[in-house]
């Protein structure tokens, strides 16, 4: 089963979000808290080719100077450009309309949810088992057997003041086995006779066993009409360590 819902938040990294998120972050806390010196408005571009570029906000485009590029959004549909004017008081004359944010698709205005905020997130590690367990006898050349359990975790958690959903899973383990030998897989293994997980020790001594998993993820926004989940770039690591056990000889023992 997957893990409980974790609630959280992860860090708001302004450095790795374009311009157009910015501008848009901007809009939406405009929304929230209007103020009067400020104002926006959706409205078409009418030309590129201008000293100042120019909307069909107080009325009909003139002739088009030069092409305005329409991005393709796939099947939604492209957000018209947003405006913005402003005024040192309120009954000063306002400025110029200034074009914030060209024809975007929906996508372009919703945060990016990053191998940065993957890794901020507290992932519990995977449940880890050997056999024998604790308490068993490891022998040497006899080796033991590894498995974890690879369940999904998932948050709750905001970036930018969105909420977000976020589902990680592991993809890939590394078992280091304390002797100077390790093995990476894909596979979770499983208890005898499953035998993916494997490892025979030649030598006698104490031992331990460290498991590091790499995990992916994906995430979906709150304020995305499609509810659509997306693949998050990247990895995050987490790491387990079993208890230290012995690796003993069995020696033979003459009766007579």
Known sequence: MPAAAVWGSVGDDEAVVGDIFKRYRQY?????HKNPLVDYAYARLCNVDSQYLESDIDGECSPPNGTVVIPGCDEDEPVMPLWRRT?????????????????ACPDDLLPPFEQAELRR???????THRQPGVGGTVLVNKGIIGWVEP?????RTSLFDYGIDVVTWPVEYTWDFGDGQSLT????????????VEHVYEQTGTFTVTLT??????????EDEDH???DIDGTA?????????????LRGRLVG
């Not at 939406?28 to 929230?32: D, M, T």
């Not at 690591?237 to 000889?249: K, Q």
């Open 121 to 127: 997130l507290k992932i519990e590690p995977t449940a």
């Open 237 to 249: 690591l987490t790491t387990t360590t079993l208890a230290p056990f012995e690796v003993t000889e």
């Open 28 to 32: 939406r806390s405009w929304k929230s």
């Open 228 to 230: 659509e989940w997306r």
């Open 185 to 196: 897989t894909t596979s979770p293994g499983g208890p005898y006779p499953n035998k993916d």
């Open 87 to 103: 005024r040192e008081t309120i009954s000063s004359p306002w400025s110029t309309w200034e074009m914030r944010i060209g024809w």
């Open 151 to 155: 369940d999904e975790r998932t948050f």
């Open 213 to 222: 998993t790499v995990w992916k993820g994906k995430y979906r926004v709150d």
